[in-house]
């Protein structure tokens, strides 16, 4: 592991497969592409931000491991100036409709073999779009490293997302201790909201709805994979 990766950094990395060529879109200082290229995860990289500075920050990480030669820096609005093949693609740290907004301008989704996501709100709405473009969910998972996040990878297939699936996660086989830490806190939030409304009225229905899904989730606890 690198010195510098966060732990939610380092799960992204783990949640990645090998594949020739990786674009990390919003790369930041260039922590997850660099540990890519050492990691042999991957042959080549395409680092891009929309951040100049961002970008040079990476640049430089690169030239100091001695990778500049197998990486492409780009500035860019997403994914808008990516004209080269892509076998893999990173989009982690932006709000879910970021990331819905860079994936709906992409020409080229249909090719790219896998994806990794690391959206920091919008979840409901992230998944429903992953279904309505035909992204499968691979793994649906969560890690707490200060605050939580929520990892999703994906690849191009047809899947079919209900309701509870899209709101409390794809993958009930993945619901970590991460997961059921998280859940314990959604549940206490939800129940500070709950006693401050009114007892009969449609919102009060819908939070007291979320706490039966959710004591229905902590059934399946015990038989749970971490």
Known sequence: MMTNLSLRQQKIVDATKNFEVTCDVGCDHGYIGVELLKNNKTKFLIASDISEKSVKKAENLLKKENLLEFASIKVCDGLSSIDKNVDQIIIAGMGGKE???????????????????????????????????????????????????HIITAKNGDFKLTDFQSKWGYKPKQRNSDYFLWLDKKEEKIKNIVTKLPKYNEKSEKFLKCLSEIKKIKKTKGARKC
Do not use: C, G, W
């Open 99 to 149: 990331i819905v907004h860079i994936l709906s301008e992409y020409k080229n989704i249909k090719n790219t073999k896998y994806f990794a996501f690391q959206p920091m709100n919008e979840l409901v709405f992230f998944r429903k779009f992953l279904e309505k473009i035909n992204l499968k969910i691979i793994k649906d998972f969560i890690v707490y490293d200060k605050k939580f996040y």
